[in-house]
C-alpha cells in the first residue's frame, strides 16, 4: 500500500524558514515532489526532483526553496526560505511511479506578516 506521510508545516513570521519532509513508502517512486494550494487559488507546482537529481521549481519560489530528495529513504525535502505570506497555503507531497501519481494529505504552512 502507497503512503506519502508530511511533516514539517506550521506557523512562521515572513523571513523565517521551515523545512518539510515526505516519507513515502509501498513503491518505488520515480518523480517526486510538492505542490501548494493557497485559499481560493488553483494548486500549483513549487518543486519538483528526479531520481537523479534533476530539479524544477515554480516562478514565485525560486531562489528561495531547495528541494531534496534520499533515494534510500524514499523521503523528499523542501527546505523554505525567506517565507512570505503569500506562501501561505496547504502543500502536498506528490510522488510518481511509471503508471500512477499518489498525494500525500497536506500539511498546512502559515506564514504572519
Known amino acids: 500500500q502507497v503512503k506519502l506521510v508530511e511533516s514539517g508545516g506550521g506557523l512562521v513570521q515572513a523571513g523565517e524558514s521551515l523545512r518539510l519532509s515526505c516519507a513515502a513508502s509501498?513503491?518505488?517512486?520515480?518523480?517526486m515532489g510538492w505542490y501548494r494550494r493557497a485559499p481560493g487559488k488553483q494548486r500549483e507546482l513549487v518543486a519538483t526532483?528526479?531520481?537523479?537529481?534533476?530539479?524544477d521549481y515554480g516562478d514565485s519560489v525560486k531562489g528561495r526553496f531547495t528541494i531534496s530528495r534520499d533515494n534510500a529513504e524514499n523521503t523528499v525535502y523542501l527546505q523554505m526560505n525567506s517565507l512570505k505570506p503569500d506562501d501561505t497555503a496547504v502543500y502536498y507531497c506528490?510522488?510518481?511511479?511509471?503508471?500512477?501519481?499518489?498525494w500525500g494529505v497536506g500539511t498546512q504552512v502559515t506564514v504572519s506578516s
Open positions: 526532483i528526479t531520481p537523479g537529481g534533476g530539479t
Open positions: 509501498g513503491t518505488i517512486f520515480s518523480t
Open positions: 506528490y510522488a510518481e511511479t511509471s503508471v500512477s501519481g499518489y
